[in-house]
């Protein structure tokens, strides 16, 4: 059974940062490519960011420079570092984890993080 799990979602001031992480099980992680998307209320889903097998990374433009996404292979997980937080960060935040030549496709249940004074 495929499992993410999220983590370190949470309440913070806008300047703030946190640290979300993404559990894998049932996989085998090192040969994903691994995400992390947010959904703010009444938006579309967006990728925020991601990192391939190989250690790749992608961001959206409005967090390139605040954000850091990383995996530990040997944990089986991905982190998202998040500093500098707006209001705009405000979002439940998924991780995903992708294996294309597979078609295989998961999410985590989600973690919601707030920026708020």
């Known amino acids: 059974q495929v499992q993410l799990v999220e983590s370190g979602g949470g309440l913070v001031q806008p300047g703030g940062s946190l640290r979300l992480s993404c559990a894998a099980s049932?996989?085998?992680?090192?040969?994903?490519?691994m995400g992390w998307y947010r959904q703010a209320p009444g938006k579309q889903r967006e990728l925020v960011a991601s990192?391939?097998?190989?250690?790749?990374?992608k961001y959206v433009d409005s967090v390139r420079g605040r954000f850091t996404i990383s995996r530990d292979n040997a944990k089986n997980t991905v982190y998202l570092q998040m500093n500098s937080l707006k209001p705009e960060d405000t979002a439940v935040y998924y991780c995903n984890g992708k294996y294309t030549p597979k078609r295989y496709d998961y999410w985590g249940q989600g973690t919601q993080v707030t920026v708020s004074s």
């Open positions: 049932g996989i085998i992680f090192s040969i994903y490519t």
């Open positions: 990192i391939t097998s190989g250690g790749s990374t």
